[in-house]
């Protein structure tokens, strides 16, 4: 049973940094995209980035293309989104997600992803 776990979410203000962080357990994730996604009152699930887990490739979205950044430590099995330059639009639950990956291109959709996390808050002053 696969298992992720988020943390490191809270309250920072507009400009600053966070660090989240996703554990994932239950199996070896070589093979699995491991996606960032984030939801706001209201709004719909928005894909923020992924990371593929043997290679390494990344990709974002474009409202934080440039600003954070997807990283996994192998060793931990666990998969970071550093977020730096917060907005107060980056306001929202983050939640962490999980695919096997069988298609060429790195998923972007929720509706691709078969685990997922609980989430972890992040809020953004101004």
């Known amino acids: 049973q696969v298992q992720l776990a988020e943390s490191g979410g809270g309250l920072v203000q507009a400009g600053g940094s966070l660090r989240l962080s996703c554990a994932a357990s239950g199996r070896t994730f070589s093979s699995y995209v491991m996606g960032w996604f984030r939801q706001a009152p209201g709004k719909e699930r928005e894909f923020v980035g992924c990371i593929s887990w043997s290679g390494g490739q990344t990709y974002y979205a474009d409202p934080v293309k440039g600003r954070f950044t997807i990283s996994r430590d192998k060793a931990k099995n666990t998969v970071f989104l550093e977020m730096n330059s917060l907005k107060p639009e980056d306001t929202a639950h983050y939640y962490c997600?999980?695919?096997?990956?069988?298609?060429?291109?790195?998923?972007?959709?929720?509706?691709?992803?078969?685990?997922w996390g609980q989430g972890t808050q992040v809020t953004v002053s101004s």
């Open positions: 997600a999980a695919v096997l990956h069988t298609i060429i291109r790195l998923p972007t959709s929720h509706e691709e992803y078969d685990y």
